[in-house]
Nanobody, 122 residues
Framework: QVQLVESGGGLVQPGGSLRLSCAAS????????AGWYRQAPGKERELVAA???????NYADSVKGRFTISRDRAKNTVSLQMNNLKPEDTAVYYC????????????????WGQGTQVTVSS
């Protein structure tokens, strides 16, 4: 049974930073792609960032230049560094993984974590 566990969420002031990490019970690099979704109250789930085993990345326009997704093979983790956080970044962030692809247009990813809360507020 594959499990994804997120950590690193919390409360931060606007302009601050947080780093989210995702750990897998198996090798997260056995999947073609891993990434992060987020969901805020009253909004649809939004794909924030994704990274393939080949190192290709993509980001939502709203986070480009502020967020960075990365992988650490030795630690078996995928991380999301979030800088210059804004109140509109407030959401539950979910780690996801898929054998094929992760896109807004395609089917939901195969595996999901339980989520970690990020709150950006003064």
């Amino acid at each position: 049974q594959v499990q994804l566990v997120e950590s690193g969420g919390g409360l931060v002031q606007p302009g601050g930073s947080l780093r989210l990490s995702c750990a897998a019970s198996g090798s997260i690099f056995s999947f073609n792609v891993a990434g992060w979704y987020r969901q805020a109250p009253g909004k649809e789930r939004e794909l924030v960032a994704a990274i393939t085993t080949g190192g290709h990345t993509n980001y939502a326009d709203s986070v480009k230049g502020r967020f960075t997704i990365s992988r650490d093979r030795a630690k078996n983790t995928v991380s999301l560094q979030m800088n210059n956080l804004k109140p509109e970044d407030t959401a539950v962030y979910y780690c996801v993984a898929d054998a094929a692809e992760i896109t807004e247009q395609g089917p939901p990813p195969d595996y999901w974590g339980q989520g970690t809360q990020v709150t950006v507020s003064s």
